[in-house]
């Protein structure tokens, strides 16, 4: 199979994953006790507004067309209305979405940049001071509950020590992307470091178990790889250590590491929910827990399904980069 | 979901080899990593079950006159300002209020060796009582979970074909959704029911008659909260995972000689399952579900923090009480933390030895 044929079979089962998170969310709603018209309406309301706003949300029509109704809604970017601030629900959803994004991208440049060398140095150092310290940090950081490290690092940085803010987000990367490419340098960079001092905080709370789970993986793949004949190969024809170290093992290293944090993608978002909630961090987990509490189902359903879909679609581009940096990948 | 269950028991009665119980021992002489798992478990354990004889108070006694005490070590005496008052009125000095230097402590008592809450209470005493909460939860979660997937991918794997397809398809949509996002969701469609069971060790009068020997009072809560809604939540975002290893461990199994022999001789799918795939298949399970205790255990802890508990004596919801105090009294809320990671490296360590001694080809680091 050609690589754009496993692409295609890949897409089209994202496609069906797709539709069954949509189909369960859903369903979500009618599980749920309560009846959206009562959290739109005052109690006492007369029986012909109920009726009013019951056939203008379509709940009056038979469960089939609603649920036909609402993947067509999707298909137009339409998820409905918010039932708390009346306004169009894909709105607020997608205003949220960088706020997400940002953390989740940061808290992963954490990860990567410190978990890859950590994991190479324990490895190489195999049963000295070096490799213990990183052997007894990554158990550590898989056992800890990201909002408590959180808590923790506000007390500590925060509070104690004032040098980071305990919570909030002033301004986002895209306001200082914005100002970037309107020549305000000035500003621009004013606000890169204002988010950069906000997000630091976030960003180790949420990358924590991600950089213990990547040092952990580095470790014992390189420690199988430099095991392997083609690095005493290596080392038999004089390649220098760093060469054979480098080059050869770590690249191999990575290659599976990919896959298990494609898998782990889903962990993060859920561990981005509430690491926004301890951060006060104006994102799609705020957004999710606040329209919980207010029974918001349409805010709720349509944030779900934005997770999951981005879940999707980071999924099939990491088997593409695992299929790009691996030559070897038989694409069934 | 009884008789499941007994296949299970059953199974694991099997499993166990003398060559199995060889392989446990000799990895755990030689890992003293495992040794400190067992023991922060079995410790863990011990504690969950008869938290009545562990805990110093009872966890929901309010005394507000000792509110908010630091723990051992870390009394603090610190001097404010206070203006000075007479007869109910501020003094004014020179046109200005007049104030006086006055010295405030924080002080710690072997009373409350971890210190107390905002409402006095003996975070100690809650720390013990929580251990049960996320115990109950990680224990009957994972075993949930494990019934469902494990007979869910048991039969995906045996069955092959369209069976499996369709199976793993749902499978795949599942783990499409966070865990917690679904679980948040689930749990605030369906709220946080509960249920209370009577407290063996109360109701029977142990707790009566060993207390008084180490001077504590007596009157601990009478009964259990058993979070419910919590439990089956738990289980179904994380069946998937148990699915997904048996079958694998049933699809390489089916195709051995003895299935092929038993199904020859006229054994019915259900019996070759239960007594031929499930007992081969069960080492890996054992392994992930030690692992799924963790896992759950910490999704228990965030899903209290985020309010949706079926209990107040649970250690994330501690952790969202001491969060409002973060500026004056770290403890409240490092404490339950502490317990959390504990309990958590405890199960990973056990995990790890596990995985060492019973299946050497599962290999590192599994998806979970």
């Known amino acids: ?332 | 979901m009884i008789d499941r269950l007994r296949l299970l028991g059953r199974a694991l009665e099997r499993g166990v080899s003398p060559r199995t119980l060889r392989n446990l021992r000799r990895e755990l002489r030689q890992s003293a990593l495992a040794k400190v798992g067992i023991v922060i478990v079995l410790f863990m354990v011990a504690m969950a079950a008869f938290a009545p004889l562990f805990a110093p108070h009872d966890p929901t006694q309010q005394n507000l006159g000792e509110s908010q005490n630091p723990p051992l070590g870390f009394s603090t005496q610190e001097t404010e300002e206070v203006s000075v008052q007479e007869n109910g009125s501020v003094v004014i000095e020179n046109g200005t209020p007049k104030t006086e230097e006055r010295t405030v402590y924080q002080n710690a008592s072997l009373a409350h060796p971890l210190g107390t809450d905002a409402n006095g209470r003996d975070i100690l005493s809650r720390v013990v009582y929580g251990a049960r909460t996320s115990m109950l939860v990680g224990i009957l979660g994972t075993l949930l979970a494990a019934v469902v997937g494990v007979t869910v991918g048991l039969t995906a794997g045996y069955y092959g074909g369209r069976v499996d397809d369709a199976l793993m398809r749902g499978a795949d949509i599942m783990l499409a959704f966070p865990s917690l996002v679904l679980a948040i969701a689930l749990v605030g469609v369906w709220g946080t029911a509960a249920k209370r069971i009577p407290d063996p060790i109360v109701t029977s009068g142990l707790s009566e008659t060993m207390r008084p020997m180490v001077g504590w009072e007596t009157g601990m809560p009478e009964s259990i909260v058993i979070p419910g809604t919590v439990v089956i939540v738990v289980a179904l975002v994380n069946w998937v995972w148990f699915a997904r290893v048996a079958r694998g461990e049933a699809l390489s199994l089916r195709q051995e000689e003895y299935v092929k022999a038993a199904r020859a001789l006229g054994a019915s799918d259900r019996y070759i399952i239960a007594r031929h795939v499930l007992p081969n298949a069960i080492t890996p399970i054992i392994v992930l579900g030690t692992i799924q205790v963790a896992a759950i255990i910490l999704l228990e802890s965030a899903l209290s923090f985020l309010g949706f508990s079926g209990t107040s004596l649970s250690w994330g919801f501690d952790i969202a009480l001491g969060r409002q105090y973060q500026s004056t009294s770290w403890w409240i809320a490092a404490m339950p933390g502490l317990a959390i990671v504990l309990t958590v490296v405890g199960l990973n360590l056990l995990g790890d030895w596990l995985r060492d001694a019973l299946d050497p080809d599962i290999g590192g680091e599994g998806g979970v």
Do not use: C
Request: proline share 5%; net charge neutral.
């Open chain 1, 1 to 332: 199979m050609s690589l754009a044929r496993f692409l295609l079979k890949r897409t089209l089962q994202g496609l069906f994953v797709i539709w069954g998170v949509v189909t369960v969310v859903f369903g979500l709603r009618f599980i749920s006790p309560g009846d959206p018209a009562n959290v739109l309406l005052p109690p006492d309301v007369s029986e012909g507004t109920r009726q009013q706003v019951v056939a203008e949300l379509g709940l009056d029509k038979p469960l089939y067309v609603q649920y036909v109704d609402y993947i067509a809604g999707l298909l137009t970017g339409d998820m409905g209305m918010s039932l708390v601030t009346r306004t169009d629900a894909s709105g607020r959803i997608l205003g949220k979405l960088p706020a997400t994004l940002e953390l989740a991208v940061a808290a992963t440049v954490v990860a990567v940049v410190i978990a890859v060398p950590l994991g190479v140095v324990s490895a190489t150092r195999r049963h000295q001071p070096a490799d213990y310290g990183a052997t007894v940090f990554s158990l550590a950081g898989i056992s800890t509950p990201n909002f408590w490290l959180g808590i923790m690092l506000i007390i500590v940085l925060a509070v104690q020590l004032n040098l980071f803010p305990t919570s909030r987000r002033p301004v986002g990367i895209d306001d200082a992307f914005a100002h970037l490419v309107a020549f305000q340098f000035g500003l621009a960079w004013s606000e890169l470091t204002t988010w950069l001092w906000h997000v630091t905080l976030p960003a180790i709370t949420l990358g924590t178990y991600f950089t213990a789970l990547i040092t952990r993986l580095t470790r014992s793949g390189m420690l199988e790889e430099l095991g392997q004949g083609y690095v005493r190969a290596a080392r038999a024809k004089g390649l220098p250590e760093t060469l054979v170290r480098y080059k050869h093992a770590l690249r191999n290293t990575l290659i599976p590491i990919i896959t298990v944090v494609g898998l782990q993608l889903g962990t993060l978002i859920g561990g981005a929910v509430i690491t926004e909630a301890v951060f006060n961090w104006p994102g799609l987990g705020t957004l999710i827990i606040n329209g919980i509490q207010a029974r918001d189902w349409p805010v709720v359903q349509g944030s779900i399904i934005v997770i999951g879909v981005g879940f999707v679609v980071l999924n099939i581009l990491v088997d593409a980069l695992y299929a790009y940096v691996n030559p070897q990948v038989t694409y069934d």
